[in-house]
């Protein structure tokens, strides 16, 4: 009856209090759990250290294994060559199936990045500013560029006949639709401020996306480049360095056989 009793009652929670705060500069305080895991992990390291070095006590001087010449470390970071012992052709079959396979994502990559250039709308650079804080660098503004034959047809020049658009459109270098297209099809525009706010933050992530995705092309076209190299390498013939091409490759000349 006692044990239920005690049980039954509402007894006071003991709390571990935080950190005070004259002591933040030294972090998190550390509680009993947190001790008692670095503990644990301490132990566990300091077992294994003891079994490695009976090992190294214990060990017999004249032992010997292949994997003693065939493996080395680079760095740090342990490396095993095991091209060495494949021969040419397989290594070759090997390459080919791999530049084969980062073209074919190079392909996927290329065909989602022109769907996002055909969704993207190239905004103003004069819109863009308002957006930007007072600290950020300007970007480049860019010009639309109109060759014209003479003087007198660049002093008559009409933007808005050339451009076959309204006015108030003519400065846009998105959504500037023909005055055919206003008065067949209507123009839809943010109804308020939230709407407008969530279709910025739309397009900057599909600017963000059609970035990384332009970044991924050009890495995966340097590896299919550094394996093209690699393959020319492992062919047969005198050749040297001649310098580096745009994607910071070396390029080699290999000196001209004469036929037979």
């Known amino acids: 009856m006692s044990s239920s009793f005690r049980n039954a009652v509402n007894r006071r929670n003991h709390k571990e209090r935080g950190q005070l705060a004259g002591r933040q500069r030294f ?37 010997f294994y292949f994997k003693m010449i065939n493996s080395r470390t680079k760095g740090g970071v342990h490396i095993q060559e095991r091209n060495n012992q494949l021969p040419d052709e397989m290594v070759q079959l090997m390459k080919s199936q791999d530049k084969n396979y980062i073209r074919l994502h190079r392909d996927i990559s290329k065909k989602k990045m022109e769907r996002l250039r055909d969704s993207l709308h190239f905004i103003d650079q004069d819109e863009d500013e308002e957006d930007e804080d007072e600290d950020e660098a300007p970007t480049k503004k860019s010009n639309h560029v109109v ?61 963000k996306e059609f970035t990384a995705r332009d970044k991924r092309e050009t890495d995966l076209s340097r590896v ?12 047969k013939g005198a050749r040297k360095k001649t310098g580096v091409d745009a994607l910071g490759l070396p390029v080699y000349k290999w000196k001209a056989k004469r036929a037979k």
Not at 181 to 190: E, R
Not at 224 to 235: D, G, M, P, V, W
Request: charged share 45%; no cysteine; glycine share 0%.
């Open 224 to 235: 299919e480049r550094e394996l093209e190299i690699q393959k020319a390498l492992r062919s």
């Open 147 to 207: 060759f014209v034959d003479s003087q007198e047809e660049a002093k008559q020049f009409d933007p808005v006949k050339h451009l076959d658009t309204v006015p108030d459109l003519v400065n846009r270098k998105f959504n500037r639709p023909r005055i055919e297209t206003l008065k067949k099809n209507p123009i839809l525009a943010p109804e308020n401020a939230t709407s407008l706010k969530e279709w910025k933050k739309e397009r900057e992530a599909k600017y």
């Open 27 to 63: 972090g998190l305080l550390e509680k009993k759990k947190d001790y008692l895991l670095r503990a644990k992990d301490y132990h566990s390291k300091q077992k294994r250290l003891k079994v490695l070095r009976e090992k190294a006590l214990f060990r017999n001087p004249d032992e």
